[in-house]
């Protein structure tokens, strides 16, 4: 499975971004897929899931209500919509995919292919 992440950029606080996740190789309704996010010099974390059943995890708790995951079967793709970003959001974004549709949804170690990254900025 091969993913290919894209949509990140600089953006001031309050403003919007929506990230793609491009998947090839497998249909995504097959497999869990999870967004991951990496601040400098911090691990990375867990966002939230989309599952194979297109049921959607939590999502972590300082993007309630301001993130939305969601998925395109016709284009293989997922999203992450991000709307009042603040500056703590700022951090490489991965996408991540679990052929083995594991149950633990919410850890890294589940997911065996990993995007390239995109990063986000946001100013203050």
């Known amino acids: 499975v091969q993913l290919q992440a894209s949509g990140g950029g600089l953006v001031q606080a309050g403003g919007s971004l929506r990230l793609s996740c491009a998947v090839s190789?497998?249909?995504?309704?097959?497999?869990?897929m999870g967004w991951f996010r990496q601040a400098p010099g911090k691990e990375r974390e867990f966002v939230v899931a989309?599952?194979?059943?297109?049921?959607?995890?939590a999502y972590t708790d300082s993007v309630k209500g301001r993130f939305t995951v969601s998925r395109e079967n016709a284009k293989n793709t997922i999203y992450l919509q991000m709307n009042s970003l603040k500056p703590e959001d700022t951090a490489a974004y991965y996408c991540?995919?679990?052929?083995?549709?594991?149950?633990?949804?919410?850890?890294?170690?589940?997911?065996?292919?990993w995007g390239q990254g995109t990063l986000v900025t946001v100013s203050s």
């Open positions: 989309i599952r194979w059943s297109g049921s959607v995890t």
């Open positions: 190789g497998r249909p995504i309704n097959n497999l869990n």
């Open positions: 991540a995919a679990d052929s083995r549709r594991s149950v633990a949804v919410y850890s890294a170690r589940s997911y065996g292919d």
